[in-house]
């Protein structure tokens, strides 16, 4: 079942010529999941979104499938038990994307330290106890000379103690486009690269439909449905104002941002939840991924334009001082920096709370008078369970029409690439499929790797072999192209390098070599024009730039 | 062992004659704590009370011992578990004053509520947690119906649910006066209605002792101390600023209000924990006791003065309305009001914080340059905890003078009363003493309820029954009057109707009965003039009168 460039022109087709049930403005995670949930009802559903999938927020996390630890510090239990159990859900369905790993927090004798080795204790407790984890991942504590023996780099100097718990890795972007191949396979009718600019309605002021715009083209047209929801993130004030409708703001949306450096510059065995140390009252996380260490977060209210938010040197010196002063003998410059992006969390206004850092970071859904459903907030992992909520919603304005549609349990559906035979060893699947990749000339790593990034798809992956064989790039690299492109709507370089694959954000040393084959390829198979090429050329050398912060480097 | 006012006139000769190593003052339970600490360690220790014991704050609670339930919404982990912890200390070492028992918090679907049907589970799961509740008292939650069924009287619109958890029952000034009497026993020298006027200075500007004041005969005289211990709750910066030292204000008491009724009037099963209704962040306690229910309490800031707080026309305005509101065809009126006491949280100044409420409930120890230390703040079940805690700063004094006494874990000292064989079968205990009873004479019912008020010492009780039968009373409150005077220090009949036992506060409805035949025993136990028996009578009718709420009733 193919899912390219093609299969876009099709729905855009069939866009403009069938009425839909629901329509989804927002390809982030959100959207995805409205899209899984709606199209394995039955519901003739349809996805739109005016960049790629998840260009936005959802390829732009700290990609963690967590459930939000810090919060319980303000007792918000609720919310994390809601999204600490969905951990579990989605380990399951997407085994490929979501995986159990031993976390550790260090607990220092700071100033404005947030918790000490008592708290620490309790609150992993009430982690576990709100996530319901299994006895064999639960939460232990240790003495200080056991945080450095497993992190030695951890600064020594008031360190007291160290909690290891349960959280899941995962990679955003991937989470998001598994979902929406599942929504494909369920029959929605999907396309990036194509914008809402207005609403149709009927002479009851009722949206019946949008106004569309193919980015690609600039091709306008209209798209009918029921029912239109809004899940375009921190664009969903934009989406709710468009032309006469002229709500109040609701998105106050905070940026974060996070740093990637080599792992030799910031050697760490497991991710590390720490403090500041700098009495702020908010903590980072540190990452290993790869040859990587990647950590973040900043957290501070974000003006716009909501496109590729800015990083500035405040970021760079906050994030840079936080991680040199946690670390021993760890001295990290802007030089140090090989990639880095920010991204938006779409928080709604709580007025009764000014501090970005204080808000809690649940979800809303708010229903227009015109009719516009609009689904905001949460947090990803959440985004299932956002899903059943808006349907809520959703199925009360059918059921007002005496419309119905099946029901279905979306916790059971794994995401594409996730059907395997046994998620808790998602190792034993890796391995099952090793000999097929390195019969194809793949190394055993290579092999393991792609079998661990598409899960059960990795199947198609191999299928494209003789196809790959035509692009002038590593195998791996190339089969990775083949798939994103007849099976995962990639329609830009940046779509493969930012959210097919990761190696924009976690191999940016690699692109210099990639770039320009996979330029080709794009040409090849998309029939660009050599003005396209240039164009796209451009825009690549300009991320490239942007992402590993040429315009902050020293010589 | 007696412990009289033959017994006080001979430790004020021995106050002026011995020097002491450590004097407290003030006999709340918060001294009372530090007493029994330092003379089980074999310090020469002397407490002194400008009132009787317990005559403040201590004997003005709620009467419970909890852990504070509530400061987990504050996620403040470590005071709740420290001080839940305690409750099973004294449990064990006073079965006789504080005793296990399933109290109930209903949870209401309401503007402000405390929490919802989840929270409340999550809670009560962390206050066990952190209590280390054993398994046969864990908390359980209930479905609406099983709250109606154990509560008749709650309102059933907008109950939800309920959760049934461990906390102690307990008598607040009998806590008090049990921990005193073995004080005494270990050797501590305790005087009450003494008054600490002024301190003694050496020549280094340290304080070398007080001047005392014996309250009832306004002589006053020197003790002298290595070190003076400022347990004065509400007026600790009274105590602080005698004379020339003039330091800053560091209590700001809120006060407490709570008020009796007929058990008929609000007749319910246990003790009941809820939110006012009045979307306030405010929970009261309803708690029965023999054939009375009291409920209380409010929280608002005091200013003085501090002895006898008044209780305003908007105090019980405000906890008939939350009572009314919060029962089913209950209507309570100022009317239905038989007693009541208003009490003062020794609060220290918590400078972030402005909300009383929100205030969380520690203690704090200060050093004055003169050497005085000052413990304040804190919670009633943490008393035995508080002491622990200023022997650490008066034994890191004497080791810099080189002084060392006996260590001691308090832990495993019974209190006076308390030393029955199975602390956790208390109810075997008053059977095996019912025969003693009422072979004397008393009813079933009398005996069981001596033994469960007075423990072991009820064999000391049974003694005084010679003594007991020259008094024109019932047996049992002769048995009673007599104990409280040969045994612990009664000097006035409110000491005996208010904090030797609770006839003031739970049997209001006896005192016009008892009043003539008490005074008539103090005058001739304790030598009264007839302007004496005036002062005193008309003292303990001032006294009924406020109580009563007799200025807010009508006819």
Do not use: C
């Not at 009927?202 to 029912?227: N, P, R, S, V």
């Amino acid at each position: 079942m193919t899912w390219s460039a093609r299969t876009r022109s099709e729905n855009i087709k069939s866009f403009k010529e069938n009425k839909l049930d629901l329509l989804i403005i927002g390809g982030g995670v959100t959207g995805a999941g409205v899209a899984l949930h709606g199209a394995a009802r039955n519901i003739q559903t349809g996805l739109i979104d005016m960049q790629d999938f998840a260009g936005g927020t959802s390829s732009r996390s700290t990609k963690l499938v967590h459930g939000g630890l810090r919060y319980l510090k303000q007792f918000d239990v609720e919310l994390v038990a809601d999204v600490a159990k969905e951990r579990t859900v989605i380990g399951k369905n997407a085994p490929h994307i979501a995986q159990p790993s031993y976390m550790l927090m260090p607990v220092y004798d700071e100033t404005g330290a947030s918790f000490n080795k008592f708290t620490a204790e309790v609150v992993l407790h009430l982690y576990d106890y709100l996530a319901e984890v299994d006895e064999e991942w639960a939460h232990y504590m240790v003495e200080k000379e056991e945080v450095l023996k497993a992190e030695p780099s951890l600064k020594e100097a008031d360190l007291n103690a160290g909690g290891f718990y349960l959280d899941y890795t995962n990679d955003d972007a991937r989470l998001t486009i598994e979902t929406i191949k599942k929504a494909h396979e369920y029959g929605a009718i999907i396309a990036n690269y194509v914008k809402a600019v207005d609403f149709l309605y009927d002479d009851q002021k009722q949206i019946k439909g949008i106004i569309a715009k193919d980015m690609l083209t600039e091709e306008e047209f209209e798209i009918e449905a029921g029912i239109v929801i809004n899940a375009a993130g921190p664009w969903s004030d934009e989406v709710r104002n468009h032309k006469d409708a002229q709500t109040e703001q609701k998105m106050f949306p905070t940026k974060g941002v996070h740093f990637v450096v080599s792992h030799d510059k910031l050697p760490i065995n497991r991710t590390i939840y720490t403090d500041t140390g700098q009495d702020d009252n908010r903590m980072i996380f540190v990452i290993p991924r790869g040859n990587k260490t990647y950590f973040g977060t900043t957290d501070t209210p974000f003006e716009g334009p909501y496109e590729d938010p800015e990083i500035t040197e405040e970021d760079i010196d906050y994030l840079l001082k936080a991680i040199n002063h946690r670390f021993e003998g760890i001295h990290l410059t802007v030089n140090d920096l090989e990639s880095s992006w920010a991204g938006l969390r779409p928080l709604i206004q709580d007025e009764n709370n000014s501090d970005p850092s204080g808000i809690s970071r649940g979800h809303d859904i708010f229903v227009e008078e015109d009719g516009l459903i609009t689904i905001a907030g949460g947090k990803l992992t959440d985004y299932r369970r956002m899903a059943e909520d808006a349907f809520r919603v959703i199925d009360e304005k059918w059921k007002e029409a005496s419309i119905s549609f099946d029901s279905v349990d979306t916790k059971s559906i794994p995401l594409s690439g996730g059907d395997v035979s046994d998620p808790n060893n998602f190792q034993a699947f890796i391995e099952s499929k090793r000999e097929k990749g390195t019969a194809l000339g793949l190394t055993e790593e290579e092999a393991d790797s792609l079998a661990d990034w598409y899960g059960t798809n990795v199947d198609t992956v191999y299928e494209m072999v003789d196809k790959a064989k035509s692009y002038d790039m590593p195998l791996k690299d190339a089969l990775q192209l083949a798939y994103a492109l007849e099976h995962e709507m990639a329609l830009t370089p940046e779509d493969f390098f930012a959210r097919r694959t990761d190696t924009l954000l976690f191999a940016i040393d690699k692109m210099e070599a990639l770039k320009e084959p996979v330029l080709d390829a794009f040409e090849k198979e998309l029939n660009w024009s050599k003005e396209d090429r240039e164009f796209w050329n451009q825009q690549l050398n300009d991320r490239m730039a942007e992402t590993s912060l040429q315009q902050f480097k020293y010589n």
